[in-house]
């Protein structure tokens, strides 16, 4: 059968990394998906399976949500085969029941495209996700937390419109987290726990720095500096002490103590480097310490960071994504204040 369907150009095969991929025609795909919608039982089936495969390849996110480089292959691979359940899901394509299962697996796609700095696909499996939540009844409250905030995550950068949006859900998160942490008895609380609930009041903080209430925000760093300090070495939670120092370096900049402000900064940039390599929460933790940079005056060095930054944004997401457009408009605003309007432009 396949050698037919292959001489009809319905399926191909070809080999991409070392191995072997089988790809089916459009209209093929649309009477296979036709032909099973007509039988339940085996459209079920079926459904399990393909679900059953890609749940055992794509890998689980870190249960504290610290982007986590090793995983990025698998979930580079993998991601497709996620996209494709997703569009079979809400495209209506067939009938599938919504599910917990599913809703995590479209989230933990969207977290892994998050950790990747890919906002608009993350965004659509993660709203895919709650979506689901939304359509059962369940008890998933966390899993639902664990949305909120990457979508906040995803969000703030996207300009002022989605600003009390990223604030709602953010504060929903943290509420969640504060609820889980009353109603759970000590024994059963974990360090994870308490580190998802302080990164909440982080994020939060966060949040209030978008609305240029550092004031507010200090205290709540400095609380969460001190919960830090009790679960071990400053090596040991990396993420943490790199959102530590990001996020004061900006209450200090509000206190015009701008060398105050890159050493702290720099710090965080440190630890970013330590929790997740060279990828996209690095670069972003750079582009801030340029902006800072450039506070002091030195906007030489400053430049130069932003050249270095737009080079890895083009490598790794291309022209187009909103990172990379930052990076230019940065480099730009930065030739304009040289008086070079030709490069500025």
């Known amino acids: 059968m396949t050698n037919e369907l292959s ?18 025609h459009r209209s093929l795909q649309a009477k296979i998906l036709q032909d099973l919608e007509k039988d339940p039982r085996q459209r079920d089936k079926v459904y399990q399976q393909a679900f059953c495969l890609v749940r055992k390849r794509f890998p689980l996110p870190s249960p504290i949500q610290v ?3 090793a995983k990025w292959p698998a979930c580079i691979k993998y991601l497709r085969h996620v996209l494709s359940l997703q569009k079979v899901f809400t495209g209506k394509l067939i009938t599938i029941e919504p599910s917990v ?5 479209l989230s933990d796609g969207g977290i892994g495209l998050w950790e990747r700095g890919m906002t608009n696909e993350g965004l659509e499996l993660l709203r895919s996700a709650e979506a689901i939540l939304n359509q059962i009844e369940c008890n998933e409250d966390l899993l639902r937390a664990n949305i909120h905030v990457i979508i906040a995550l995803l969000i703030q950068d996207k300009g002022i419109s989605y600003f009390s949006e990223s604030k709602d859900r953010v504060w929903s998160a943290l509420q969640i987290r504060k609820h889980f942490q009353v109603n759970t008895p000590p024994e059963k609380y974990t360090k994870d726990d308490d580190i998802l609930l302080h990164n909440a009041w982080s994020d939060y903080g966060c949040v209030l720095l978008q ?3 550092y004031i507010e925000a200090e205290p709540i760093f400095a609380h969460c500096l001190t919960k830090y300090k009790e679960w071990g070495p400053d090596e040991s939670i990396p993420y943490e002490h790199a959102k530590y120092n990001h996020h004061m370096a900006f209450c200090q900049m509000y206190k015009k103590n701008f060398d105050e402000a890159v050493r702290l900064a720099e710090i965080g940039l440190h630890f970013i480097k330590l929790a997740t390599g060279q990828g996209a929460s690095t670069n972003t933790w750079k582009f801030d310490t340029a902006c800072l940079i450039l506070q002091t005056g030195d906007s030489e060095t400053a430049l130069n960071m932003h050249q270095e930054i737009l080079a890895s944004r083009l490598e790794n997401h291309g022209k187009s994504s909103f990172l990379t457009l930052q990076s230019y408009y940065a480099i730009g605003a930065l030739y304009d204040q040289f008086g070079d309007l030709a490069l500025a432009e």
């Open 7 to 24: 001489r009809r150009r319905l399926v191909a095969f070809r080999t991409r990394d070392g191995e072997e991929i089988l790809s089916i």
């Open 67 to 69: 982007p986590e480089p």
């Open 101 to 105: 299962d599913l809703a995590r697996l």
């Open 211 to 213: 609305y240029n209430k």
